[in-house]
Nanobody, 123 residues
Framework: QVELVESGGGLVQAGGSLRLSCAAS????????MGWFRQAPGKEREFVAR????????YYADSVKGRFTISRDNAKNTVYLQMNSLKPEDTAVYYC????????????????WGQGTQVTVSS
């Protein structure tokens, strides 16, 4: 069993930056793909970014490409999401996930999910 705990959310002005962290416990996720989703009020949960187990491969949603960077530290069992140039439309609850199959990380079928952290971007 894997437990994922997100942190780093908060309130920031448009154009600002935040860094989200997702710490895994219970068992190592060193060989798991990991990712981030977000869900705004009244909207479906949407894919943001994912990273392979080695960190060598990353994918991003078009809406965040060039502004967000996903990374991981396998020694710490942690994945990060650096968010720059934030926009009001980035406001959402951000969730991290993990799955042994990298392609599944990009879907809501991923095996493990955190509880989410709120990000609010004011205009």
């Amino acid at each position: 069993q894997v437990e994922l705990v997100e942190s780093g959310g908060g309130l920031v002005q448009a154009g600002g930056s935040l860094r989200l962290s997702c710490a895994a416990s219970g068992r190592t996720v060193r060989n798991y793909g990991m990712g981030w989703f977000r869900q705004a009020p009244g909207k479906e949960r949407e894919f943001v970014a994912r990273i392979s187990w080695s960190g060598s491969t990353t994918y991003y949603a078009d809406s965040v490409k060039g502004r967000f960077t996903i990374s991981r530290d396998n020694a710490k069992n942690t994945v990060y999401l650096q968010m720059n140039s934030l926009k009001p439309e980035d406001t959402a609850v951000y969730y991290c996930n993990a799955d042994p199959i990298f392609t599944v990380v990009a879907t809501t079928a991923a095996r493990y999910w955190g509880q989410g952290t709120q990000v609010t971007v004011s205009s």
